[in-house]
T-cell receptor, first 109, second 115 residues
Framework: GQNIDQPTEMTATEGAIVQINCTYQTSGFNGLFWYQQHAGEAPTFLSYNVLDGLEEKGRFSSFLSRSKGYSYLLLKELQMKDSASYLCAVLDSNYQLIWGAGTKLIIKP | DAGITQSPRHKVTETGTPVTLRCHQTENHRYMYWYRQDPGHGLRLIHY???????DKGEVSDGYSVSRSKTEDFLLTLESATSSQTSVYFC??????????????FGAGSRLTVL
């Protein structure tokens, strides 16, 4: 079966750096997405990786290793507004999106 | 200024009653999706549409039907609601459908409670 694994919950301190991991086992691979979802709100797009390596976008970076079935989202200079769930999703060989259950990130002052 | 709106945002209903959720977009995107989101699960695709009157099933389509008579509207119907359909339902739209860098834009969600 297809599977996306993410930690359920993480806690970090304002101003620090946090890395949220995502491992996947899917039927093929056509890209990996990260979305942010604040409580009670809609998911919003953060990043897309299809090639190995690091993609940087401001305070957020996303890394992909296709050979290891692994990605991480790196958040720097954490702010209270970064408290949210972070969803990892993989596009499989049939171009179906497979979603992880999400990682709830709690930021403490 | 929202390009995608869902209605109703909240609904409480009883087992066995029909329920229709509406998704309306102003972006003229070809692709529209209905997902459900439950604790401990990733988003799960119910149905999607790739054009007017063109729809297909997702991974959890049992008990749900959809219709798309206009580009801007995508309706999700629960013919006879059950407690297992208590969930938050998200509509999403995209320009490119099932392709590589296909970014989804989500509506604000509809919280449905079936008693």
């Amino acid at each position: 079966g297809q599977n996306i694994d993410q930690p359920t919950e993480m806690t970090a301190t304002e101003g620090a750096i946090v890395q949220i991991n995502c491992t996947y086992q899917t039927s093929g691979f056509n890209g990996l997405f990260w979305y942010q979802q604040h409580a009670g709100e809609a998911p919003t797009f953060l990043s897309y990786n299809v090639l190995d390596g690091l993609e940087e976008k401001g305070r957020f970076s996303s890394f992909l290793s296709r050979s290891k079935g692994y990605s991480y989202l790196l958040l720097k200079e954490l702010q209270m507004k970064d408290s949210a769930s972070y969803l990892c999703a993989v596009l499989d060989s049939n171009y179906q999106l497979i979603w992880g259950a999400g990682t709830k990130l709690i930021i403490k002052p | 200024d929202a390009g995608i709106t869902q209605s109703p945002r909240h609904k409480v209903t009883e087992t066995g009653t029909p329920v229709t959720l509406r998704c309306h977009q102003t972006e003229n995107h070809r692709y529209m999706y209905w997902y459900r989101q439950d604790p401990g699960h990733g988003l799960r695709l119910i149905h999607y549409s790739y054009g007017v009157k063109d729809t297909d099933k997702g991974e959890v389509s049992d008990g749900y039907s959809v219709s798309r008579s206009k580009t801007e509207d995508f309706l999700l119907t629960l013919e006879s609601a059950t407690s297992s359909q208590t969930s938050v339902y998200f509509c999403a739209i995209s320009e490119k459908g099932h392709s590589g860098a296909n970014v989804l834009t989500f509506g604000a969600g509809s919280r449905l409670t079936v008693l």
